[in-house]
């Protein structure tokens, strides 16, 4: 427990660290203000901005709230009218306010696309025909109004933290062992009382420690936020209502867009805390095989970024080599780190001949396999910039999908882990 506490102290009192939270923190206030005062909404006539905005909203929201039917639907539209008017440049109607654009949206005539594609609602539909209506029948879950506005902020908040989160693990962990290998004081601390077994199980558990609460305050941060400025209304809504885009006949209206807001939320918290851990461990592992600090944040952000980079440029052509290789270098960091079970007593022969294989041999699976298996969708930073929606889509080919990746990033995180142990403790 010392060695662990030391190790995290040591963290902790680094500048890059200080540096680090403090950037996150702010950037992070920022976008929380910005989400929060950039709230524009008509009643009646009246103009309503920033956080008044919000608060009229979840007040004129209350006396419809609960189950919905054409009666409260007619009976908003009677009150506030269909929202219309636009200027030019600007992403919404002028006029309105979260009542009538969410009838707007799902039970009526009108669209907003752009400031120059738009139509102005005429009529309201029966909830019945809408793909809420069907989408309520087929799942047998009442259709509820209540005010969900917190939860899309908080989906936002969120992608914009683990993004920032993965930067921060990146910088913070690359020195955990290779601040010891420039600095040529590992061999001293090989030689105290705790050895090498208790020193590197302190790092690994301090990373891990650090790894974990970086997401944890990034989700309570997020938290506290929404529920002090939007509130926490809206859990039980379809997070088609609530969350972006929604493909509702899809799967006969059994997909994410009528999983209730809080079954959708949970599944992108545990993409994005799977996400957090494999980027720690790879950020241990290339700490371990790196001589210098600058090396391994170097070398963990490329092996994070460039297998989605690849695959950005090269997904217009699935057959083209870069596309190829984007599907490759996800298993041939893997591979590489296998090379490390190669026992050295070996002849030399055989363990170049072993390591190649060990190197190789992944990567050639994964080319095999990579039509009954989405690798790509294994990659940190993909697990946590794309929500539950793309990976239930993915079901109808890959029905085990999610246990299937849940169980490879684990795997290959204890891996990455392993293998910096093996390294490190190399003199």
């Known amino acids: 427990m010392r060695l662990y506490k030391m190790e995290l102290y040591k963290i902790c009192s680094r500048k890059l660290f200080l540096l680090s939270v403090t950037a996150t923190i702010m950037i992070l206030l920022l976008f929380m203000y910005t989400l929060a005062v950039d709230n524009y909404i008509t009643i009646n006539g009246v103009e309503y901005k920033g956080l008044q905005a919000v608060r009229m909203d979840r007040e004129i929201v209350e006396e419809f ?3 919905l039917t054409d009666e409260k639907v007619s009976a ?12 030019e440049y600007y992403g919404r109607f002028l006029n309105q306010n979260y009542l009538n654009a969410f009838i707007m949206k799902h039970f009526s005539d009108g669209y907003f696309r752009s400031y120059d594609d738009y139509k102005v609602a005429a009529h309201t539909n029966p909830i019945a025909e809408t793909d809420l209506g069907k989408a309520s029948a087929a799942t047998g879950k009442p259709l509820r109004l209540e005010y969900t506005y917190g939860w899309e902020v908080f989906e936002a908040v969120l992608g914009i933290g683990f993004v920032l989160g993965l930067v921060f693990i990146v910088l ?6 290779s601040e010891e290998n420039y600095n040529n004081t590992k061999q001293i601390l090989f030689t105290t009382k705790e050895g090498q077994r208790k020193d590197i199980a302190a790092k690994i558990a301090a990373g891990m420690t650090i790894a974990a609460s970086v997401f944890a305050v990034i989700v309570l941060f997020d938290f506290l936020f929404v529920w002090s400025v939007f509130g926490l209304d809206g859990l039980g809504c379809f997070s088609g209502q609530a969350l972006g885009e929604s493909v509702w006949e899809w799967n006969g209206y ?20 799977f996400g957090m851990i494999e980027a720690a461990a790879l950020s241990l592992y290339f700490s371990a095989h790196c001589n210098s600090p600058f090396q391994s944040i170097v070398a963990s952000a490329i092996g994070l970024v460039l297998p989605v980079f690849l695959n950005v440029i090269g997904r217009d052509n699935f057959r083209g080599i870069i596309f190829q290789i984007s599907q490759l270098i996800i298993l041939l960091l893997p591979g590489i780190a296998l090379m490390c079970f190669v026992p050295d007593i070996l002849s030399k022969t055989v363990v170049r001949i072993s ?4 190197c190789v ?18 990659v940190p930073f993909i697990l946590i910039i794309n929500g539950a929606s793309e990976l239930d889509f993915m079901q109808v080919r890959f029905p085990w999908i ?26």
């Open 254 to 273: 059994n997909n994410t867009s009528t999983w209730s807001v809080q079954k959708y939320l949970s599944f992108y918290l545990l993409q994005g805390f």
């Open 361 to 378: 041999l992944p990567a050639i699976i994964g080319q095999f396999f990579r039509h009954v298996f989405p690798f790509y969708y294994t």
């Open 65 to 67: 709230k609960g189950v």
């Open 76 to 87: 908003i539209i009677q009150k506030y009218g269909f929202p219309s008017g636009v200027k």
């Open 402 to 427: 999610w246990s299937g990746i849940f169980s490879f990033v684990a795997v290959v995180s204890v891996l990455y882990i392993v293998c910096s142990w093996k390294k490190y403790k190399e003199f």
């Open 355 to 358: 390591k190649i294989l060990c």
């Open 172 to 177: 913070t962990l690359s020195p955990i062992y």
